[in-house]
Each structure stands twice: as structure tokens, then as C-alpha cells.
């Protein structure tokens, strides 16, 4: 089974700042890899989809770039809705799905 | 398009429970729905898939044998049946819609609370 590791996994940056997420696979995924935003007490939110690919909806500061085995969320600047955890997910053996095991963005 | 779970309580390790869905804005036959569960302060787990249409179904290692997917077309409901509940099977548990595939989820309930305790 192909494992997601998630880095950082707290990252403390201030409104306005980049942030940049990393989400390694063990394995090639080929680009089949997407981005969720969870809030506390929420659903989880698709953000990016196929690596790169901003789900309906999604503002342009978030981008997601990367294939193979590492792949990139990067948020361009930090609104305070944005502070919440991230997870990245592959499909490249559907079924089953792996989700990774979060990077928490706080409020520096 | 609005996904309600409902169902979830506590119930002992051995014991059963079945989850709904309630779906609205959308047809639950003709998309692809996922449950996928979430442990307290812990990660996402998808769990089990209802493909569009002829309802192939899949499921994690973990559940398979003990939980089955299934829809009612007629009541646009999704369900989960769990049996043979463990202590690890507690979590929050969530319906989500496939978008552009079975495996992105484009639209989420706000999930039930599965507690598994003697």
C-alpha cells in the first residue's frame, strides 16, 4: 500500500504569509493526487484535484503543483479563514483510498 | 446539493448500528457516494464506495465482511450497515459525493458520531 507523509505537521505563519504544505508518497501516484481544507468542527473541502487542478469554487491563492512522489499545496497568502488542517489523498490503487495525516496551518 | 447523516450513537463492541444519508439537489443514483470516517483528534479513513448507476460496491480491508453500502433510490438515501462493531470502528462518519470520479469528494454531510463502548 502506497503511504502519504505529510510535512510540516503544524505550520505557524501569520495572515498574509505563503504557506507551503508538502505531501510525500512512498510510491509514484502519477499526478493523481488531491488537496482537502478541514475547519474545526467542519467537513472536509476539495481544493485541489489531479495534482493541480482547483476544484469549483476555490480561490486562486491556493495552488497545487507536483507528480511522482512529491507533491505541493501552496496557499499565496494567507486569509484567516485558511487556518485549518490539510490533507492530501491519492487514488492511484483505487480502490482502496489513502489520505495523508494532515498538516495543522496555525495562526502564528 | 445538501448531504444529512443520521444514526450514528453508542453502541458495545459486537453490536450494530445503520447509517443514513439523506441526499437533496442531486441524485444518489447517479453519482458516486463514499463514506469516510474520521477517529477523534485523528485523520481521514475512506471506508466504502456505491459506484453510479449499477452500484458496484468497494470496501477498506478493515470493514469489508462487516459493513455494507447500499442506496434507496426511491428515498435518495445512501446507507451504511455496520455489524460486528469494534472499539476502533468509533468515529465520525461521513457521506460524501464523487466529483470528476469515485475517489475526489466535491460535497460532504456533517456527519454522525459512531461510538463504539462497553
Known amino acids: 500500500e502506497i503511504g502519504l507523509t505529510q510535512s510540516p505537521a503544524t505550520l505557524s505563519l501569520s495572515p498574509g504569509e505563503r504557506a507551503t504544505l508538502s505531501c510525500r508518497a512512498s510510491?509514484?501516484?502519477?499526478?493523481?493526487l488531491a488537496w482537502y481544507q478541514q475547519r474545526p468542527g467542519q467537513a472536509p473541502r476539495l481544493l485541489i484535484y489531479?495534482?493541480?487542478n482547483r476544484a469549483t469554487g476555490i480561490p486562486a491563492r491556493f495552488s497545487g503543483s507536483g507528480s511522482g512522489t512529491d507533491f505541493t499545496l501552496t496557499i499565496s497568502s494567507l486569509e484567516p479563514e485558511d487556518f485549518a488542517v490539510y490533507y492530501c489523498q491519492h487514488r492511484s490503487n483505487w480502490p482502496p483510498l489513502t489520505f495523508g495525516g494532515g498538516t495543522k496551518v496555525e495562526i502564528k | 446539493v445538501q448531504l444529512v447523516e443520521s444514526g450514528g450513537g453508542l453502541v458495545p463492541p459486537g453490536g450494530s448500528l445503520r447509517l443514513s444519508c439523506a441526499a437533496s439537489?442531486?441524485?444518489?443514483?447517479?453519482?458516486?457516494m463514499s463514506w469516510v470516517r474520521q477517529a477523534p483528534g485523528k485523520g481521514l479513513d475512506w471506508v466504502s464506495v456505491v459506484y453510479s448507476g449499477g452500484g458496484t460496491t468497494y470496501y477498506a480491508d478493515s470493514v469489508r465482511g462487516r459493513f455494507t453500502i447500499s442506496r434507496d433510490n426511491s428515498k435518495n438515501t445512501l446507507y451504511l450497515q455496520m455489524n460486528s462493531l469494534r472499539v476502533e470502528d468509533t468515529a465520525v462518519y461521513y457521506c460524501?459525493?464523487?466529483?470528476?470520479?469515485?475517489?475526489?469528494?466535491?460535497?460532504w454531510g456533517q456527519g454522525t458520531l459512531v461510538t463504539v463502548s462497553s
Open positions: 439537489g442531486f441524485s444518489v443514483f447517479s453519482n458516486y
Open positions: 489531479d495534482a493541480s
Open positions: 510510491q509514484s501516484v502519477g499526478s493523481y
Open positions: 460524501a459525493r464523487g466529483v470528476y470520479a469515485p475517489y475526489y469528494f466535491d460535497y
